[in-house]
């Protein structure tokens, strides 16, 4: 060096406050108060809960990165490094959570270690203590904002969601089988490094209040879920989706909604939602307690047709009358046992077969063709059905694709059959099975599931105000 270098010209000039970004934790903009005073810098978190294994645990917090907007919402996750004793500015001592990070500043990016503390009265977000300080950095304490100036504007445009990185996820799986579907979730689940929790949902219990509305769980309350899966079966759709409404009014992201599992499972309604949104499905006609069979069937068409109990499931509860006697027969008997029942022509060139498309996120990720058992008109694989992976038309997959949408199911499974006249939806499946559909398309439908869920969960954009800037 000559004896006219200036070594200090090598130095970062931080003023007081600067503005900074943790790329890490989906945060692209924050102002951070310089405090040399303090060892350990901070970030300002809320709903801090912990959650993994003992061996690798996690931390899920959100944070709120502009102050006075509360309904800008980033939630993050990250690995919990340490657990130490802080003592404040005040001379309050608390124990925190220690996370790592990556700090950029002005072009530059050097990685961190944080404290996790809820002090919603400080104006700046983050404080940033010594030992995120390099050497080539000097404080000047009269000045702030020397570094390049960032703006708020950021979490009110699509750039927040692009930039928030993936994380680990907590997530729930109402289920209260140890079925394929529910050991595949678990297994996608953790191996793409989430934490996933099976919760019977029968054992659920609900504090409904306006303040802080809560799910309990064997004595304690549930932890904040960043998304939840319900494979609700249909002898507690009733307990089921009163379990998920108390999640949606939460604000937990639920794969599907309990409007339509509770639509889905209800066979009149879902029909007379079909007919609404123009789906095409076999004729159908019901009736309470008709006094004239002959009209309820003229309704439908000539035999042979489908008479279904409204609340059959797998197949069970569904009887194929071939000629018209037969159809009186079994309407009179179901009518006798004062039992709901739909009336359903019967699509011969069918021919026991129909096609299950799975619908995520509004798009058909797989596809098979079932065929019902030898001499079984039903193609249900719980009755003995057997499955290969089918070639589905645009017509078959826009059919699906609409059927999902019109039950606002993210995740469905849409049973329909090859007619003359174009697909024909049977029934939309709210929680459909996952064995089948791998097994038959050899494809990994969990993962898809995943997929859609991480896209989901990343912090959402907020409406630019005055005061956002």
């Known amino acids: 060096m000559s004896d006219t270098e200036d070594p200090a010209q090598d130095l970062i000039r931080f003023g007081w406050e600067e503005w900074v970004a943790l790329p890490d934790l989906g945060l692209p903009a924050l102002r951070a108060?310089?405090?040399?005073?303090?060892?350990?810098?901070?970030?300002?978190?809320?709903?801090?809960?912990?959650?993994?294994?003992?061996?690798?645990?996690?931390?899920?917090?959100?944070?709120?990165?502009?102050?006075?907007?509360?309904?800008?919402?980033?939630p993050c996750s990250a690995k919990v490094l340490d657990r130490r004793?802080?003592?404040?500015?005040?001379?309050?001592?608390?124990?925190?959570?220690?996370?790592?990070?990556?700090?950029?500043?002005?072009?530059?990016?050097?990685?961190?270690?944080l404290t996790l503390t809820n002090r919603a009265s400080m104006a700046s977000r983050m404080l940033l203590g010594r030992e995120a300080l390099k050497d080539h950095i000097t404080i000047v304490a009269t000045d702030r904002f020397l570094q390049k100036e960032l703006s708020y504007d950021v979490y009110a445009s699509s750039a927040v969601r692009k930039r928030a990185p993936n994380r680990a996820l907590r997530i729930a799986v109402l289920s209260r089988e140890?079925?394929?579907?529910?050991?595949?979730?678990?297994?996608?689940?953790e191996k793409r490094g989430h934490t996933v929790e099976v919760i019977?949902?029968?054992?659920?219990?609900?504090?409904?209040?306006?303040?802080?509305?809560?799910?309990?769980?064997?004595?304690?309350?549930?932890?904040?879920?960043?998304?939840?899966?319900?494979?609700?079966?249909?002898?507690?759709?009733?307990?089921?989706?009163?379990?998920?409404?108390?999640?949606?009014?939460?604000?937990?992201?639920?794969?599907?909604?309990?409007?339509?599992?509770?639509?889905?499972?209800?066979?009149?309604?879902?029909?007379?939602l079909m007919a609404r949104h123009k789906i095409g499905m076999p004729n159908t006609a019901f009736a309470s307690s008709p006094k004239d069979t002959d009209s309820l069937m003229r309704l439908v068409g000539t035999a042979p047709m489908i008479v279904k109990l409204l609340e059959s499931t797998q197949g069970k509860g569904v009887v194929l009358a071939e000629t018209k006697k037969a159809a009186q027969s079994v309407i009179d008997a179901f009518r006798g046992l004062r039992a709901n029942f739909l009336v359903q022509d019967f699509v011969k060139e069918a021919a026991g077969e129909d096609i299950r498309c799975l619908v995520v996120?509004?798009?058909?990720?797989?596809?098979?063709?079932?065929?019902?058992?030898?001499?079984?008109?039903?193609?249900?694989?719980?009755?003995?059905?057997?499955?290969?992976?089918?070639?589905?038309?645009?017509?078959?997959?826009?059919?699906?694709?609409?059927?999902?949408?019109?039950?606002?199911?993210?995740?469905?499974?849409?049973?329909?059959?090859?007619?003359?006249?174009?697909?024909?939806?049977?029934?939309?499946?709210?929680s459909p099975g996952l064995e089948g559909i791998e097994i038959a398309s050899k494809k990994n439908v969990a993962g898809m599931l995943y997929d859609h869920i991480e896209e989901r969960v990343r912090p959402a954009p907020v409406r630019r105000r005055k005061l956002l800037g």
């Open 361 to 430: 996120g509004g798009r058909v990720v797989a596809s098979m063709k079932r065929t019902g058992a030898e001499g079984d008109f039903r193609s249900n694989l719980h009755r003995g059905g057997s499955a290969m992976v089918v070639r589905i038309s645009r017509e078959e997959r826009e059919t699906a694709v609409r059927a999902a949408r019109a039950f606002k199911l993210n995740f469905a499974g849409v049973d329909l059959l090859r007619s003359e006249s174009g697909p024909k939806v049977l029934e939309v499946n709210s």
């Open 200 to 272: 019977d949902t029968t054992r659920c219990y609900m504090a409904i209040n306006a303040m802080a509305p809560e799910v309990h769980y064997d004595g304690a309350r549930l932890p904040r879920y960043d998304a939840v899966i319900p494979r609700i079966g249909a002898s507690v759709t009733s307990y089921g989706t009163a379990v998920i409404r108390q999640f949606e009014t939460i604000g937990t992201f639920c794969t599907n909604g309990s409007e339509g599992i509770t639509a889905s499972r209800d066979k009149l309604y879902a029909h007379q």
């Open 85 to 113: 004793m802080v003592t404040s500015s005040n001379g309050e001592s608390e124990s925190r959570y220690v996370i790592g990070c990556t700090l950029e500043v002005g072009g530059e990016a050097w990685p961190i270690e």
């Open 33 to 74: 108060k310089v405090d040399t005073g303090a060892r350990t810098s901070a970030l300002h978190a809320y709903d801090i809960e912990t959650f993994g294994s003992s061996k690798n645990p996690q931390v899920r917090f959100t944070v709120h990165p502009v102050p006075g907007r509360d309904d800008l919402i980033i």
């Open 178 to 189: 140890n079925n394929y579907s529910t050991r595949r979730l678990v297994e996608e689940g």
